[in-house]
């Protein structure tokens, strides 16, 4: 495996497929564990070997490459659960503004009818003014 790693710090595509041959499916359970959609596990899948490839230079031959796909897997999985936790508050946060937006236009538009009715009536004749305003103490 240290010659594998070596190959794939210098680039070497062939090589990275054996890693990748290798781990797939043990990196896939592992995600299994967190996530129980299969699309977000394929997804999270994929990009721990992203990021392994673009780290590639970075590796240590002498170091367990288990652990660190580990590592890796583990934090994208967190970043991906924080990432949906935040838009689903996001998401209820809207709506809640969105709700509390319509409350005030309704009150808005009620206080505009109100002050357009009081105009009306202040332009009824004195006694249909006043009769106006009786009846509507009752």
């Known amino acids: 495996m240290i010659d594998i790693i070596r190959q794939v710090k210098q680039g ?3 090589a990275f497929k054996t ?3 290798r781990y797939w499916n043990i990196v896939y359970r592992f995600t299994g564990l967190y996530l129980m959609d299969n699309y977000e596990k394929e997804e999270i899948t994929q990009q721990v070997f992203i990021k392994l490839w673009e780290k590639r230079e970075l590796l240590d031959e002498e170091k367990d490459l288990d652990g660190l796909l580990f590592i890796i897997t583990r934090n994208l ?10 838009e689903e508050k996001l998401a209820e946060t809207l709506q809640l503004a969105s709700e509390a937006s319509s409350e005030i236009e309704q009150g808005i538009e009620a206080e505009d009818l109100r002050k357009y009715i009081e105009k009306l009536v ?4 004195e006694r249909q003014r006043t009769a106006f305003i009786l009846r509507k103490k009752d």
């Open 19 to 21: 890693i990748f041959d």
């Open 12 to 14: 070497n595509s062939k």
């Open 122 to 125: 202040q332009m009824l004749p």
């Open 77 to 86: 999985i967190f970043n991906h659960i924080r990432k949906s936790i935040n």
